[in-house]
Nanobody, 121 residues
């Protein structure tokens, strides 16, 4: 079994910063893509950023220049540094990852439980 556990959400004022973390654990052989999505009330989850195990990165247009994704392969952890936060960034943020299982060796996709980010004065 594989778990993705997120941390780092909370309440921040507009213009402030937060750093989210997500760690994968369990019967893992390797971690491929690690990504962040966010979900606004009543909406489907939207893509925020992704990073593969070679360090290739993609961002959604509305977070470019403000958010930075990174990863520590040894710790199986992905980070999302969020700067210059705006009220419209308020959402539940979810970690997502493609993981190679140990046995049987299958590639599976997993989601974390989500962490609330609220940007408000």
């Amino acid at each position: 079994q594989v778990q993705l556990v997120e941390s780092g959400g909370g309440l921040v004022q507009p213009g402030g910063s937060l750093r989210l973390s997500c760690t994968a654990s369990g019967s893992i052989s390797a971690v491929e893509i690690m990504a962040w999505y966010r979900q606004f009330p009543g909406r489907q989850r939207d893509f925020v950023a992704r990073i593969d195990n070679s360090g290739n990165i993609n961002y959604a247009e509305d977070v470019k220049g403000r958010f930075t994704i990174s990863r520590d392969n040894a710790k199986k952890t992905v980070y999302l540094q969020m700067n210059n936060l705006k009220p419209e960034d308020t959402a539940v943020y979810y970690c997502n990852s493609d993981v190679w299982l140990l046995s049987p060796r299958n590639l599976r996709n997993y989601w974390g439980q989500g962490t609330q980010v609220t940007v408000s004065s």
